[in-house]
């Protein structure tokens, strides 16, 4: 099992940067894959990105590929997602999510939905302001 705890947002102009963490507990961390998920007031928790569990593969929606980066350091129990070129529409509350399987049997498929991972973080906010 493993518990996790986010930090980092806070309000930014929009086409700025912010860099939000997440620090998990436990001593199998690197055994886990990581997500990141956000959920915008009213709506669903929506995929973000994620990271193998060894930080060699990175998924990310097309919404925010080529601006946000996820990477980890599994010898501080940490996983990283640096926000570049903010968007109002990335104001969200942000979750990092963790799984030990994010992929099909095949790989031919990354986990997405919010359903398939089973360790959440409280969440941290992000405000863009325009």
Known sequence: QVQLVESGGELVQAGGSLRLSCVASGRTFSSYAMGWFRQAPGKERVFVGVISWNGGSTYYADSVKGRFTISRD???????LQMNSLKPEDAAVYYCAADR??????????????????????????????
Do not use: I
């Not at 599994?74 to 990283?80: D, Q, R, S």
């Open 74 to 80: 599994n010898a501080k129990n940490t996983v990283l």
């Open 101 to 130: 399987r994010v992929r099909d049997s095949d790989g031919s498929r990354w986990f997405t939905s919010a359903y398939e991972y089973n360790y959440w973080g409280q969440g941290t906010q992000v405000t863009v302001s325009s």
